[in-house]
């Protein structure tokens, strides 16, 4: 298995990062292929491994998948009828999969569409009951067995009204999908409006669907006959964005980020800026760089426009190297601070409280040998291990590669002492 070996301190690294498109829009756009009579061209593609796995499940259900990694494109086409079984192989490896529900029941409402539930993962519980009560609404039934969820309708799928108990992403991904081809208009409220999920809303009108804003977290879905074929370019991966921007921020360094629309960081630039960072945008780039005395802060993760979970971890490893006390509260996920204690392997002394961090910043980190267990840990461990004195080691950077295309290119390109071995 790959390792990533860090030398360290990395001090004020300078350079220019070119962000990559966001997974999270690329996973449902796939996804939402199952949907279209035709082809789709999706450009900006991120091929990461989660991308891949995407693929192969499309594949898996009946989809033709082109793909050129050096033009960044992928076209999917769907000639035929699709199998209805998404095999649990696919979805224990990748949440997304789930991702699959909405559109197959768009497509196929009278058919048994049989999907592996993914059960839970290291971020913690990750249900999809809100996914299945939406599907309820437009009256389709569910049943469970031997771990596959079946859903079905007996006439078809008609236009209500559903109302998200909390905010979920791919709970909205997937309700808008089973949504387009309804008899009659359905109304979501309290659906997330993170960029990722508007990407998937501006794609689909481009392409026939109906899809209305009648506030900010809630819309109208009419109903359509069909959609035949669209094209579109991912949005740049505001996650990967920040963790660059981290990079500059713990070696007290310049780093300008290029494809990413800074609107979609704004709290991650305040709270950036309340550090003490300068930060400059423009229409497609950020700019950090730092001269001002550095301060500690509070903060509280929330679905967008608040700060993101997927950002926490990253900023968690850079807080350990400000002075001061910081906090930090998670409200999305129950298991989201696991850098914590391989950051503090590192000589950060970071305690947790049921959903909260207590950071004691301090100016020296030490480097070790260290193991990531999900996708952002791995970066923030990274983040660590740049900062600290010496060499470490990063196990089980599989992880990592799930969703940061070409990532020990882009770092070495910037001047990060980063090698791996097998
Ligand atoms: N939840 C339920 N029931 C549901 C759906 C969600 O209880 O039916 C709960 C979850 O257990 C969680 C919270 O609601 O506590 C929010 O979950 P959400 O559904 O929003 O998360 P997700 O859609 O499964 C996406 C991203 C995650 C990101 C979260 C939060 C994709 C493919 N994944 O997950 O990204 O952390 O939104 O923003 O878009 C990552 O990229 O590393 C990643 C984990």
């Given at each position: 298995m790959k390792k990533f070996i860090i030398k360290g301190p990395n001090k004020a690294i300078k350079g220019e990062v070119n962000i990559s498109g966001a997974k999270n829009s690329c996973l449902p756009l796939m996804a939402a292929?199952?949907?279209?009579?035709n082809k789709i061209t999706l450009k900006n593609?991120?091929?990461v491994k989660d991308v891949f796995t995407m693929k192969d499940l499309l594949v898996s259900l009946g989809a033709k998948v082109y793909f050129s990694e050096s033009k960044k494109i992928m076209i999917i086409s769907n000639k035929n009828n699709h199998k209805l079984t998404v095999p649990y192989n696919l979805v224990s490896t990748m949440?997304?999969?789930?991702?699959t529900m909405g559109p197959l029941l768009a497509r196929y409402p009278q058919k048994r569409i049989k999907v592996a539930l993914g059960g839970g993962c290291a971020l913690g519980v990750r249900d999809t009951n809100w996914h299945l009560a939406g599907f309820k609404s437009l009256g389709a039934k569910n049943s469970l067995n031997s771990g596959y969820v079946n859903i079905t309708t007996n006439r078809g799928l008609i236009g209500n009204k559903y109302k998200f108990p909390k905010v979920t992403v791919t709970g909205t991904s997937n309700l808008i999908m089973a949504s387009i081809f309804i008899k009659g208009t359905h109304y979501l409220k309290n659906i997330s409006i993170e960029p990722e999920v508007i990407d998937l809303i501006n794609f689909l009108n481009n392409s026939g669907a109906k899809i209305k804003f009648l506030g900010k977290r809630s819309i109208k879905i009419k109903g359509v006959k069909e959609l035949l074929s669209g094209s579109h370019t991912i949005i740049g991966d505001r996650i990967e964005a920040f963790s660059y921007l981290c990079v500059g921020a713990i070696t007290n360094g310049k780093i300008k980020i290029n494809n990413i629309n800074p609107n979609h960081l704004l709290s991650e630039i305040n709270i950036l800026k309340k550090i003490g960072y300068n930060i400059e945008t423009k229409i497609n780039s950020i700019k950090i760089s730092s001269k001002n005395k550095l301060k500690a802060i509070n903060l509280r993760t929330g679905p967008?426009?608040?700060?993101?979970t997927d950002n926490m971890p990253l900023l968690l490893a850079v807080l350990t190297t400000v002075k001061g006390k910081s906090q930090i509260e998670e409200t999305?996920?129950?298991?989201?601070?696991?850098?914590a204690p391989e950051l503090n392997r590192m000589g950060a002394n970071i305690s947790i409280k049921k959903n909260k961090a207590i950071i004691i910043g301090q100016k020296k980190l030490n480097a070790a040998d260290c193991i990531s267990s999900d996708l952002r840990t791995t970066f923030s461990i990274i983040l660590g291990a740049i900062a600290a004195s010496g060499s470490s080691t990063i196990s089980r950077i599989y992880h990592g590669l799930r969703g940061y295309y070409n990532l020990e290119l882009k770092l070495k390109k910037i001047g990060i002492q980063i090698t791996s071995k097998s």
């Open positions: 292929s199952i949907l279209f009579k593609v991120p091929f949440r997304a999969g789930v991702l967008f426009p608040n700060f993101a999305i996920f129950s298991n989201r601070f696991m850098a």
